[in-house]
């Protein structure tokens, strides 16, 4: 089958186009407002930029919490979802009123971070603490903006829990890293292995 985006008759019960660029992981935000509320969602349109430096990106649908706090304040944390908190990474993901603390609606402890104000879970086995970089609104083929918006930034401290480590590498089948798949769909590490770039 194709299908032209444009008009998007794909004639499926689902737009396939979210399951089709996956696996995705789960950029599992947490932020603080000016007006010192914190907030924490999960976004799936996330990912690493670059290493050096190191930089994510995550972008929000519409100007949702996250974006507001990451812009009034200029600062994040990315939480690592692994599969023990999948269900606390779910709760946290309700569409509640800006101001309405995610980590209690969650049952998670919020710790302030070493070099931001923004909150992370304490639970999480690892987290990414960054400031914001740049905030990009991305257009259309016609040069329309979309309702999107995508914030980078650079992280400034990373935290890991010990208990993943293994041999001086986190060991990603202790820590389980849940991928964001296709509709309702998820996955998570069940099987690890590794595969190494062909010498030429």
């Not at 972008?59 to 692994?82: D, I, L, Q, Y």
């Not at 639970?123 to 990009?136: D, G, Q, R, Y």
């Amino acid at each position: 089958m194709f299908y032209s985006t444009d008009e998007n008759r794909h004639g499926l019960a689902h737009d396939p186009f979210k399951a089709i660029v996956s696996p995705r992981p789960i950029g599992w935000i947490g932020s603080r407002g000016s007006d010192g509320s914190i907030n924490l969602a999960p976004y799936s349109f996330f990912n690493a930029v670059s290493d050096r430096p190191k930089l994510v990106m995550f972008s929000s649908s519409g100007r949702k919490h996250s974006f507001r706090n990451a812009s009034e304040t200029g600062e994040f944390t990315c939480n690592f979802v692994s599969r023990h908190l999948i269900d606390k990474m779910n709760a946290s993901s309700a569409a509640v009123p800006y101001g309405v603390d995610e980590f209690v609606l969650a049952g998670l402890t919020p710790s302030r971070g070493e070099l931001v104000a923004a909150p992370y879970v304490a639970e999480a086995f690892a987290v990414l603490e960054c400031k914001v970089t740049e905030i990009i609104e991305p257009k259309s083929l016609s040069g329309e903006p979309s309702e999107n918006v995508m914030v980078f930034g650079q992280v400034v401290g990373i935290h890991i829990d010990e208990a993943i480590l293994r041999e001086g590498r986190i060991d990603m089948a202790l820590a389980q890293p849940i991928a964001r798949l296709g509709y309702m769909d998820y996955s998570d590490s069940s099987e690890v292995f590794e595969l190494f770039r062909p010498k030429v």
